[in-house]
């Protein structure tokens, strides 16, 4: 199972985007998808995580209450809505699939190409 983060773009500080995550198959394939961001020179960051059967969330401290990540296993996609972004969201933002939320970037597959998001007045 292939997936594919969509949806990125330019906002303002205070605005909202929604991202995609389709998957090739069945997100169900996996046991988790998780939203990761990676900026220049940085590491991978786990941002938010998903279980694609209960539907059980994990967010990171720094995105928590403000983004919001969801799944539609009918349209074999994960969401990612984040509201109230700042500058210090922009980042690449990369979804990807493993057998368990604590586990980190290095034991997730199928990643993608990235998403760009850029905030900035």
């Known amino acids: 199972v292939q997936l594919q983060a969509s949806g990125g773009g330019s906002v303002q500080p205070g605005g909202s985007l929604r991202l995609s995550c389709a998957a090739s198959g069945l997100i169900s394939d996996y046991y988790v998808i998780a939203w990761f961001r990676q900026g220049p020179g940085s590491e991978r960051e786990g941002v938010s995580c998903i279980k694609t059967g209960d539907g059980t969330t994990f967010y990171a401290d720094s995105v928590e209450g403000r983004f919001t990540i969801s799944r539609d296993n009918a349209k074999n996609t994960v969401f990612l809505q984040m509201n109230s972004l700042q500058p210090e969201d922009t980042d690449v933002y990369y979804c990807?699939?493993?057998?368990?939320?604590?586990?980190?970037?290095?034991?997730?597959?199928?990643w993608g190409q990235g998403t760009q998001v850029t905030v900035s007045s």
């Open positions: 990807a699939g493993s057998s368990s939320c604590d586990y980190g970037p290095t034991q997730f597959g199928s």
